[in-house]
């Protein structure tokens, strides 16, 4: 699937995505069809001299190997920060696999099975029109990162960036996007933009926190991080390239959508896997 596409094949696209994904969350017990709340995956993280894999976590469903391009594959961001190194690793592999997984049960969207891992500076960063990147608190991204996210945005691309909290982790985020397009900036969403109600009807932003934090009775990450912000990055023409959710974590609502069912019902199912619906949706049809 490349970046660019036929607007006209979007449009059917979207319609029969809003006409198979609705009411499948109000079906009585739609998520627990799978064992409850056990994970469906119980996988193990093994990650060796920066060799990420994963062990005993799979999606084995099958796709035409005559299509197989044009499926809708996940890809995560590799960046390179300071610090904590492997910041782009948070809730790897479980989210990467229980995303396309819900993704392909709740639309009508071809979803390949794999995910990947890709580099900003990859070649072939445009076979993947849409990328996630975590955790950007202490990115420093170099030249040649900073050039290939712009060249991949302005051709068509679009990036989610999640889970980052509070004002110096926005700042260090703000300043390497700022390196990416020195002339634009950020603008925060209102709730009446599209993005949150294009398959899924949100009543409100919502801030999704890790089930560590859930579990401590806390409602946000730290405390000056307790409104969630959903920023967008615009070319020229008014498409929306990246979608900057602050404050929040989708990843922790996928990664951890068997571990505790209240905690699935209050954020993985209510807000995680709908909004997270809503921006490939939108990635994929604007």
């Not at 994963?54 to 961001?77: L, P, Q, S, Y």
């Not at 996928?254 to 619906?277: N, Q």
């Amino acid at each position: 699937m490349k970046i660019l596409q036929n607007p006209t094949r979007g449009l059917l696209f979207l319609f029969t995505v809003l006409f198979l994904a609705s009411g499948l969350f109000a079906q009585p017990d739609f998520f627990n069809q799978r064992g409850g709340s056990r994970s469906p995956y119980g996988g193990r993280r093994n990650y060796s001299r920066g060799q990420v894999t994963a062990t005993g976590v799979n999606n084995d469903w099958e796709i035409d190997k005559r299509f197989e391009h044009d499926a809708f594959r996940f890809a995560r961001v590799r960046y390179t920060s300071w610090g904590y190194r492997d910041k782009w690793l948070t809730d790897y592999p479980e989210s990467d696999l229980n995303f396309p997984h819900r993704l392909r049960e709740l639309t009508s969207i071809e979803v390949h099975p794999e995910t990947v891992i890709v580099d900003l500076t990859d070649e072939n960063l445009g076979d993947y029109p849409f990328l996630y990147l975590v955790e950007p608190g202490q990115m420093t991204l170099s030249d040649e990162e900073v050039t290939g996210l712009r060249r991949y945005l302005l051709n068509g691309g679009f990036l989610m960036v999640d889970d980052f909290w509070g004002e110096d982790e926005w700042y260090g985020f703000y300043e390497n996007i700022k390196r990416v397009f020195p002339d634009r900036e950020p603008e925060e969403l209102p709730l009446e933009h599209d993005i949150f109600h294009l398959v899924y009807d949100l009543a409100e932003k919502p801030q999704i926190v890790s089930i560590g934090a859930w579990r401590s009775g806390r409602l946000t990450e730290r405390p000056d991080a307790s409104e969630p912000h959903y920023r967008g990055l615009f070319d020229d023409q008014g498409r929306m390239m990246a979608i900057i959710c602050h404050n929040t974590d989708l990843g922790d609502g996928w990664e951890e959508e068997g571990v505790d069912p209240t905690y699935f019902k209050d954020y993985s199912e209510r807000f995680a896997y709908p909004l997270g619906i809503n921006i490939v949706t939108y990635a994929l049809t604007h």
